[in-house]
């Protein structure tokens, strides 16, 4: 296999100095294995086989794997309503309530609203897992049930979270108790790094079986290898179990259930846990090389080459990027680590680079340069929210006393919690989201009653928060009574897939 090794190093150079972990599989078996850079810059230690990264969202192959377990044995199927499972489930909306299963929570099919705003700065996941089942019962569904993808961690909370049999990998931070653990990055605009708190889902919150995994790429290697090995028997024989294997159902795990891009000429669908592609086609689909590189299309991976089957999945969380590609036709696999939240996806750029090596492609993606073009997009996110902003700012309106605004904010369910105060040092209005020190944020006032709580992105960097959100996310209303012209409520349209924004109540001044 041909490795273009100045490419590699060139592509290395735009990652900058933080750390990766790499290994490729061929026929199962590892065919090459790499480190990059350090699990800690401060003190310059390297990575190693067994340095443990945040996983994010490669967690999610893992949960629909053990649930296929619950399956087998014939605790329920895969059709099976989650009412009939989870008494306590009682979404609002009565299609989700009578009809969801877990294949459409594993899947990303059932239409649920995909909201993040319960991810909060240096990783604090804002929602407790007490209060999971009320925060998932007050979902919408957005978009038609079972008749659209829409990526969702959510749907995820409902399934079995179980890791078991790995030495080196756990679903708490710090769960190993040892000092070979990657440090998390973020990136900053001159694209150095800045140490931020490491992924924290997990620890008793939300989000922690669609995110929470942590492994090394020691135990990683022999899990694709189980995943492959899994599959390559049970598609052969049509079994459902493979002697000595904890991998059950692959069938299932694998099939296509909900079409990514109904536009592609070839397929592009996402199944239990993974993504699919048919090669040529676009990937990196999970991951945010796509927004970056929008209204441009993804590079098609594997041009004038015979076609392949790719199942795929990346991971994404402040402080780390990974990626896992599967090609079960010649049980390969190329498997990325890193632990820096990057201008870009830069996991996935290294996924699709070493997979057209592995697949012995000649047209190569010119990766550096999608590299810098997609870093390029990141650095104007926020200059393009504040052109968005002043656009549909309304001139010289005047705000009210800070301290009329000022309260104790609830959503419906109860879940979410604003305090705005006004900071008795710099008399400036603040809100803090759940209440919570590390999570204020100075308020703008913007126009009437609205302001904003945008910041520089380097400040959201250093928070360790995602630098991706729409103008409205940062814009909050407050509305006054009718009669009094008190403010009573606020208003927050923290996802684009909502219909308007939700309301919070004020419970006290």
Same mark, same amino acid.
């Given at each position: 296999m041909d490795y273009p090794i100045l490419l590699i190093e060139r592509l290395k150079s735009?990652?900058?100095d933080a750390g990766a972990a790499i290994a490729i599989l061929h026929h199962g078996r590892l065919l090459h294995f790499e480190n990059i850079g350090f699990r800690d810059l401060k003190s310059g230690l390297p990575v190693n086989d067994e340095t443990i990264f945040p996983c994010a969202s490669l967690t999610k192959a893992v949960v629909p794997a053990v649930v296929a377990s619950y399956v087998e044995e014939g605790s329920f199927t895969w059709d099976t309503p989650v009412k009939d499972i989870l008494q306590n489930f009682h979404t609002r909306d009565a299609t989700l309530h009578q009809h969801m299963t877990p294949v459409d929570c594993l899947s990303h099919r059932a239409g649920m609203q995909s909201s993040l705003y319960w991810l909060g700065s240096d990783n604090n996941v804002l929602i407790s897992n007490q209060n999971s089942m009320n925060f998932i019962n007050d979902l919408q569904r957005v978009v038609p049930f079972r008749n659209g993808y829409l990526y969702n961690n959510l749907g995820y909370e409902l399934a079995v979270h179980v890791l078991t049999k790995m030495t080196r990998t756990g679903t708490r931070a710090y769960f190993d108790g040892g000092d070979n653990v990657a440090k998390t990055y973020g990136t900053l605009d001159d694209a150095s790094n800045v140490a931020i708190t490491p992924m924290l889902s997990g620890d008793n919150t939300v989000g922690g079986p669609g995110s929470a995994m942590r492994s090394c790429i020691k135990d990683l290697i022999k899990l694709y290898a189980s995943f492959l090995a899994a599959g390559k028997h049970q598609l052969a024989t049509g079994e459902t179990k493979? !002697?000595?294997s904890p991998i059950?159902?692959? $069938?299932?795990? /694998?099939s296509s259930k909900i079409s990514m891009d109904p536009i592609s000429f070839h397929e592009t669908t996402y199944a239990l846990g993974w993504a699919r592609v048919q090669t040529p086609g676009p990937m990196g689909a999970i991951g945010l090389n796509p927004d970056l590189l929008s209204p441009k299309p993804a590079p098609y991976v594997a041009r004038e080459q015979p076609s392949h089957l790719v199942i795929y999945h990346q991971g994404s969380m402040p402080g780390n990027l990974a990626a896992v590609n599967l090609l079960p036709a010649t049980g390969g696999a190329i498997i990325v680590l890193t632990n820096s939240l990057a201008l870009n996806d830069a996991a996935d750029w290294l996924g699709q680079l070493y997979s057209e090596a592995y697949l012995g *492609?000649?047209?190569?993606?010119?990766? *550096?340069?999608?590299?810098?073009?997609t870093v390029q997009s990141a650095l104007e /996110?926020? !200059?393009?929210?504040?052109?968005?902003?002043?656009? @549909?700012?309304?001139r010289d309106t005047q705000a009210r006393k800070a301290s009329e605004n000022a309260g104790i904010l609830v959503n419906e369910a109860r879940t979410m919690m604003i305090k705005v105060f006004v900071d008795d040092q710099d008399s400036i209005l603040k809100l803090s989201f759940q209440g919570m020190d590390n999570e204020i944020f100075p308020l703008t006032h913007y126009h009437h009653d609205t302001f904003? /709580?945008?910041?520089?992105?380097?400040?959201?960097?250093? #928070? @360790? #928060?995602?630098?991706?959100?729409? $103008?409205e996310y940062f814009k909050v209303n407050f509305l006054p009574d009718p009669k009094s012209n008190k403010i009573e409520h606020l208003t927050w349209w923290h996802n684009k897939w909502l219909p308007k924004a939700e309301m919070f109540s004020k419970e006290s001044t």
């Amino acid at each position: 296999m041909d490795y273009p090794i100045l490419l590699i190093e060139r592509l290395k150079s735009i990652y900058e100095d933080a750390g990766a972990a790499i290994a490729i599989l061929h026929h199962g078996r590892l065919l090459h294995f790499e480190n990059i850079g350090f699990r800690d810059l401060k003190s310059g230690l390297p990575v190693n086989d067994e340095t443990i990264f945040p996983c994010a969202s490669l967690t999610k192959a893992v949960v629909p794997a053990v649930v296929a377990s619950y399956v087998e044995e014939g605790s329920f199927t895969w059709d099976t309503p989650v009412k009939d499972i989870l008494q306590n489930f009682h979404t609002r909306d009565a299609t989700l309530h009578q009809h969801m299963t877990p294949v459409d929570c594993l899947s990303h099919r059932a239409g649920m609203q995909s909201s993040l705003y319960w991810l909060g700065s240096d990783n604090n996941v804002l929602i407790s897992n007490q209060n999971s089942m009320n925060f998932i019962n007050d979902l919408q569904r957005v978009v038609p049930f079972r008749n659209g993808y829409l990526y969702n961690n959510l749907g995820y909370e409902l399934a079995v979270h179980v890791l078991t049999k790995m030495t080196r990998t756990g679903t708490r931070a710090y769960f190993d108790g040892g000092d070979n653990v990657a440090k998390t990055y973020g990136t900053l605009d001159d694209a150095s790094n800045v140490a931020i708190t490491p992924m924290l889902s997990g620890d008793n919150t939300v989000g922690g079986p669609g995110s929470a995994m942590r492994s090394c790429i020691k135990d990683l290697i022999k899990l694709y290898a189980s995943f492959l090995a899994a599959g390559k028997h049970q598609l052969a024989t049509g079994e459902t179990k493979t !002697p000595g294997s904890p991998i059950q159902q692959v $069938a299932s795990l /694998w099939s296509s259930k909900i079409s990514m891009d109904p536009i592609s000429f070839h397929e592009t669908t996402y199944a239990l846990g993974w993504a699919r592609v048919q090669t040529p086609g676009p990937m990196g689909a999970i991951g945010l090389n796509p927004d970056l590189l929008s209204p441009k299309p993804a590079p098609y991976v594997a041009r004038e080459q015979p076609s392949h089957l790719v199942i795929y999945h990346q991971g994404s969380m402040p402080g780390n990027l990974a990626a896992v590609n599967l090609l079960p036709a010649t049980g390969g696999a190329i498997i990325v680590l890193t632990n820096s939240l990057a201008l870009n996806d830069a996991a996935d750029w290294l996924g699709q680079l070493y997979s057209e090596a592995y697949l012995g *492609v000649r047209k190569r993606h010119d990766y *550096v340069a999608l590299a810098k073009e997609t870093v390029q997009s990141a650095l104007e /996110w926020h !200059p393009r929210l504040i052109d968005e902003l002043k656009a @549909g700012q309304i001139r010289d309106t005047q705000a009210r006393k800070a301290s009329e605004n000022a309260g104790i904010l609830v959503n419906e369910a109860r879940t979410m919690m604003i305090k705005v105060f006004v900071d008795d040092q710099d008399s400036i209005l603040k809100l803090s989201f759940q209440g919570m020190d590390n999570e204020i944020f100075p308020l703008t006032h913007y126009h009437h009653d609205t302001f904003t /709580w945008l910041v520089t992105r380097n400040k959201f960097a250093r #928070r @360790g #928060r995602f630098t991706n959100d729409n $103008a409205e996310y940062f814009k909050v209303n407050f509305l006054p009574d009718p009669k009094s012209n008190k403010i009573e409520h606020l208003t927050w349209w923290h996802n684009k897939w909502l219909p308007k924004a939700e309301m919070f109540s004020k419970e006290s001044t």
